[in-house]
Structure formats: C-alpha cells, structure tokens
C-alpha cells in the first residue's frame, strides 16, 4: 500500500501516453527497447532507465528524440525482469526495493549492451544518459569522471537538494580530470527534463527545451 505519511517524492510526473518509434530486441540475457537514426550513424547513447523501469514512455520519448538527432538510442532493462518502482509503493519500504536493483551491480548488462551497439549497430562513439536511478552516490571514486559530463538539476529538487549539488560540484572541481558542467534550473522539480511533459506545463516549456538542447549540444561537442 502507499505510504500516506510520507508518499514517495520521487514523483513519475507526467506519464505520457506515447507508443515509441522503435522496437524491443533481446540482447542475451537483457530486453531493451532500440531506436535507430533516419541515416546510418557510428554514435549511440545508452539511455538509462529511472526507478520507474525501461517501459516508462517518457523515457522512450528522450530515446526517440535521440534518435532523431542522429544517434542509435538503446534502452536496456537494466531490472532485468524485476518489478519497476510505483507511486503506489510505500516509500518505507524503497531500499528493500533497491537492494537488489543497485545501480552499481550492472557492469555485465553494460558491457552486453556495449557489444551490442559496436557489433550489431556499427556505434564507435557510445554515450550515455540517465536520469535518477543511474545517479551513483556510494562509490568512492565517484568524482573522478573519465567521460566529459553533464549534470542537470532542479532548484526545487526534494530528492537531490542544492546542498548536495554544491558538494559534487565541489569535488568535480577537486578530483575530475575530464571536462563537466553542473547546471541548475530555476524553479524545477525532480524528474522534470523527462518526467514534465512541456505541451501541459507552459510555464516550464521553455525551460524543458533549454535542459533537453543542452544535452543534445553536449553530446554534439564531445561525441
């Protein structure tokens, strides 16, 4: 049952109602749902899924929009079949949930994915995108980026506030070799490049466009 006292406060949003343009396919042992550009492209992202699970259409929306922009988008389940999180969930009970869906434990499923694309999808150039779940807090060399990245954020963030976002920043500077840039949009909720849908929410479009270009021009820059 939910937990009426404390409701889970990553909220899924907007769910859209939206079909995708691409295909699920079996890659060994993992589904994942495959766009391909509209010309041949050797670049790909590994977009990776939330808590809400590989199905989530707004998640298959930012792949097709990938897609679109010239590169192959792959959606792995990285659950691997486990039952995605709910709203409907008692939030007191999510890190039993997470405990075996951490997002530490999917070196085999990446590393099936990477052959995949390089194999199968002719990808020399791999990038990845993740929102929420494929954020890593545990692990002690978590500042020490080997890939230019980009960091998007919401002011109003329940789930991430500022004070942790002043942190990374912090010790990117401190420890990152590569090159990163921390962004952090004004007036924001979690989830919202992905989670808000910008024809419902016109005060926010703009705003939406601006994170979801950003990371368009960076994948662009670096890739």
């Not at 990845?128 to 494929?134: A, E, K, N």
């Not at 002690?140 to 990374?168: M, N, W």
Request: aromatic share 10%; with cysteine.
């Amino acid at each position: 049952m939910a937990n009426e006292a404390k409701p889970c406060p990553c909220d899924i949003g907007d769910r859209m109602e939206y079909g995708g343009l691409g295909q699920e396919v079996q890659i060994q042992h993992v589904k994942a749902y495959v766009v391909k550009p509209p010309a041949a492209s050797e670049k790909a992202v590994i977009v990776i899924q939330d808590i809400f699970g590989w199905g989530l259409p707004n998640t298959r929306y930012m792949a097709d929009m990938l897609s679109a922009n010239g590169y192959t988008a792959v959606v792995p389940d990285f659950f691997l079949g486990k039952e995605p999180w709910s709203p409907s969930h008692d939030w007191s009970k999510f890190q039993e949930w997470l405990e075996d869906k951490k997002p530490t434990n999917i070196n085999k499923e990446v590393d099936v994915v990477l052959k995949f694309l390089r194999e199968q999808c002719g990808a020399s150039r791999i990038a990845t995108v993740g929102f929420c779940w494929g954020i890593i807090r545990d692990r002690e060399d978590r500042y020490e980026l080997k890939s230019p990245t980009l960091f998007i954020f919401a002011e109003k963030d329940e789930v991430i506030p500022l004070d942790q976002v002043t942190v990374l920043e912090k010790n990117l500077h401190d420890k990152s070799s590569a090159d990163f840039q921390v962004k952090i949009f004004p007036g924001q909720t979690h989830g919202f490049v992905h989670r808000k849908r910008d024809d419902i929410n016109p005060a926010d479009k703009p705003l939406i466009e601006e994170a979801r270009l950003d990371m368009l021009n960076w994948l662009r820059q670096y890739m």
